[in-house]
C-alpha cells in the first residue's frame, strides 16, 4: 500500500523536477503535448540553457532534497546520453540527489531509440517508460506510431536488462476496438512482467489530428459511454489478478513500483518543470505558486535569462485545495481532508457526501475521502459537485 499521505505535510524540503525535451520524429494524431517535428536540435545549446536555468532556481528555492526526475516530452529518448547524463550532474552539483531518487525517460520503442538504453542507465537513469500504446501492429499504425510490435517487446525486453524499473504505456478505447479485443492485448501485455503500467483511454483532443477528424465526422468506432466503463472497469480487474494494485485511475503497479513523480502532482507536492510549456507548482516563502514557460522552443530558447517563465501567479487558499483535491481523488488513498481543509478548502457538503457513499460512489474514512471504481467511472462529475457545494448545498453530477 502506498504510504499514508495525511502524516505527509503540504510541502517540504523535498522536490521533483521535469525536464521536457519537446521535439519528436513525428507528430501523433491523438497527442495533444507541447511537441515540434525534430529538424536540426542543437542539444548542447539546449543543455547549457537548462543548466543555466536550473542554476538561477537554486537561488530562489533554496536547498532541496531531489525526490525524482523525470524527462518527458516530445520524445527524450531523441537526446543524447551524454546530454542526460550532463544535465543530471548539474542536478547534483545543485540541489541533493540522493542515490535512490527516481529518474525516468520516456521513450519509443524503435530500434534507433533503444540502442540509447544502456547510455541512459550509465548517466544515472534508473527507470524507463516506454510508449508502446498498441500490441497491434495495425492500431499502432492508426495511432502514427513509428514502431511495430515486434520493436515494442524488443525495446521492452532490453529495457528491463538495463534497468530494474520498466512502466509501459498501452492506449485502450482505440477505433473499432471491442472489450474482448481489449481483454487480449491487455492479458499479453500482462505477461511481460513490467513493475508498472500506464494504461490510458484515448481522448479526443481539440487540435490534434484525431481532433479535426472526429470534428469532420471522419473518425468513426470510437466506444460509447457504456463500452468505455466496460474498458475502464476490464482494465482494474485484469490487473487486480495480476497483482498490480490500481493506485490511480490509469496507473498500476506491481510490488510497490509506484511512479513516484507523478505521486508529486497527485499529492500537489512542489515540482519544478523546465522547458518549453512546462509547469511548475512551487512553495516559495509559504505561498504557492503556478508558473508557465513559454510553449514555442524559440521564444522560451530567447528568454532564458528569465528562466522561460510566461507566468507566475500565487494561488489563493481556495484554489490550492480544488487543485489538490482534484489531483488526490485521482489516487486509491483518497484525499486527505485535514489536508484540503488546511490549504483552505471549505468543507464539502455533508449531505452531499453522504448521498455519493449511498450510491457507492465514495467511501469516508478519519480525515480520508476516497473513490469507489463505480466513483472513478464519474470522477469528473463528482469533483465538481463537491467544489461547488457548501455545507448546505448539494448539486448532484448526472449517474
Given at each position: 500500500?502506498?504510504?499514508d499521505?495525511?502524516s505527509s ?8 523536477l521535469?525536464?521536457?525535451w ?15 517535428p ?12 537548462y ?9 530562489e ?5 531531489i ?18 547524463a550532463?544535465?543530471?550532474e548539474?542536478i ?8 535512490d ?14 540502442e ?9 537513469v534508473?527507470r ?6 498498441s500490441?497491434?501492429d ?5 495511432l502514427?506510431?513509428r514502431?511495430?510490435?515486434h ?21 485502450f478505447g482505440?477505433?473499432h ?5 481489449w ?10 512482467g513490467?513493475r ?5 483511454q ?9 481532433g479535426?477528424?472526429h470534428?469532420?465526422?471522419?473518425l ?5 459511454e ?18 498490480y494494485?490500481a ?8 510490488n510497490g513500483?509506484y511512479?513516484?513523480?507523478?505521486l ?14 512546462s509547469?511548475?507548482?512551487?512553495t516559495?516563502?509559504?505561498r ?24 507566475r501567479?500565487?494561488?489563493s ?9 482534484m489531483n488526490?481523488?485521482?489516487?486509491d ?25 449511498h450510491a457507492?460512489?465514495?467511501t ?8 469507489t ?9 463528482i ?11 448539494t ?5
Amino acid at each position: 500500500m502506498l504510504p499514508d499521505s495525511c502524516s505527509s505535510p503540504p510541502s517540504g524540503p523535498s522536490l521533483g523536477l521535469y525536464i521536457h525535451w519537446p521535439w519528436c520524429q513525428s507528430i501523433c494524431p491523438y497527442c495533444d503535448f507541447n511537441r515540434y517535428p525534430a529538424t536540426s536540435v542543437d542539444q548542447d545549446m539546449w543543455v547549457r540553457a537548462y543548466c543555466s536555468i536550473l542554476e538561477s532556481y537554486r537561488s530562489e528555492i533554496g536547498p532541496r532534497s531531489i525526490q525524482s526526475v523525470y524527462f518527458g516530452g516530445g520524445t527524450p529518448s531523441l537526446m543524447a546520453p551524454a546530454s542526460v547524463a550532463t544535465l543530471l550532474e548539474a542536478i547534483e552539483r545543485i540541489w541533493t540527489l540522493p542515490a535512490d531518487t527516481e529518474i525516468t525517460i520516456e521513450a519509443n520503442p524503435t530500434s534507433s531509440e533503444s540502442e540509447n538504453f544502456s547510455g541512459y542507465a550509465a548517466a544515472g537513469v534508473n527507470r524507463i517508460s516506454l510508449g508502446i500504446q498498441s500490441l497491434r501492429d495495425t492500431d499502432l499504425i492508426a495511432l502514427g506510431r513509428r514502431h511495430t510490435v515486434h520493436e515494442a517487446l524488443a525495446a521492452l525486453d532490453l529495457a528491463q536488462r538495463h534497468v530494474d524499473n520498466v512502466s509501459i504505456d498501452l492506449i485502450f478505447g482505440r477505433p473499432h476496438q471491442t472489450t474482448a479485443a481489449w481483454h487480449a492485448e491487455l492479458s499479453e501485455a500482462l505477461l511481460h512482467g513490467s513493475r508498472h503500467l500506464s494504461l490510458y483511454q484515448l481522448t479526443i483532443e481539440p487540435g490534434t489530428g484525431f481532433g479535426t477528424l472526429h470534428r469532420n465526422g471522419q473518425l468513426p468506432g470510437l466506444p460509447d459511454e457504456d463500452r468505455s466503463a466496460d474498458m475502464q472497469l476490464l482494465t482494474w480487474e485484469l490487473c487486480r489478478q495480476a497483482g498490480y494494485q490500481a493506485y490511480e485511475v490509469s496507473s498500476f503497479a506491481r510490488n510497490g513500483h509506484y511512479g513516484r513523480h507523478n505521486l508529486l502532482y497527485w499529492r500537489y507536492d512542489d515540482f519544478l518543470g523546465i522547458g518549453p510549456g512546462s509547469h511548475s507548482r512551487l512553495t516559495l516563502d509559504d505561498r504557492r505558486y503556478a508558473i508557465e514557460t513559454r510553449r514555442h522552443p524559440h521564444g522560451f530558447l530567447r528568454a532564458t535569462a528569465t528562466r522561460g517563465e510566461a507566468c507566475r501567479t500565487e494561488l489563493s487558499p481556495s484554489t490550492q485545495a480544488g487543485e489538490y483535491l482534484m489531483n488526490a481523488l485521482r489516487l486509491d488513498e483518497g484525499a486527505c481532508l485535514d489536508r484540503f481543509h488546511a490549504l483552505g478548502g471549505d468543507p464539502p457538503s455533508p449531505a452531499l457526501i453522504d448521498e455519493f457513499v449511498h450510491a457507492g460512489w465514495l467511501t469516508t474514512h478519519p480525515s480520508r475521502l476516497q473513490t469507489t471504481l463505480q466513483g472513478r467511472l464519474r470522477l469528473n462529475p463528482i469533483l465538481l459537485a463537491l467544489l461547488q457545494s457548501g455545507p448546505d448545498e448539494t448539486p448532484r453530477p448526472q449517474s
